[in-house]
């Protein structure tokens, strides 16, 4: 009595670990030819979403010209008959001080609507009316406040 052992099921083990060893080397290789080294990879823009409307506004928050990271951004905003409805947001930019605010009413009472920014003793505002530009992108500058105290 002969055994017969049949090396199939090895040899396509075997070709199938290979084939996801060498597209898993291929894959890393390409990323790291696509991101520069010592560059940080792009982050993404935090999103608060109003759920009010079409609208929207990305802010770019800076101080000196650079961006500030961890930046709070809060609006107020009051909308509908009389302006009974209304919406307090806020959030905080990236690492590149980006944020986006969209489902923003496109009739608000009382525009302009005031998007304030601040870190630390920093503040700035930047103004956005839905109704004259439903799809905006502003900058808000951040400068240490002057105190009005005598």
Known sequence: MTKTVSLLPGLALAVGVNSVLSLALALSSTQEASAPSGSPAPQTVPVMDGGAG?????????KDGK????????????????????????????????????????????????????KDQLAGTAVYDPQTECHAKHEILLVQPTSTHN
């Not at 079409?54 to 800076?62: F, G, I, K, Q, R």
């Not at 009389?82 to 990236?94: I, K, M, P, Q, S």
Request: aromatic share 8%; glycine share 6%; hydrophobic share 40%.
């Open 67 to 118: 961006p500030v990271a961890a930046a709070s951004v809060k609006v107020h905003i009051a909308y509908g008959f009389a302006g009974v409805r209304r919406l307090d947001l806020e959030a905080y930019t990236n690492n590149e001080g980006k944020v986006t605010f969209v489902g923003l009413p496109p009739r608000v009472r009382r525009p302009p609507l005031e998007f304030r920014s601040s």
């Open 54 to 62: 079409p609208c929207s506004v990305e802010l770019t928050v800076t």
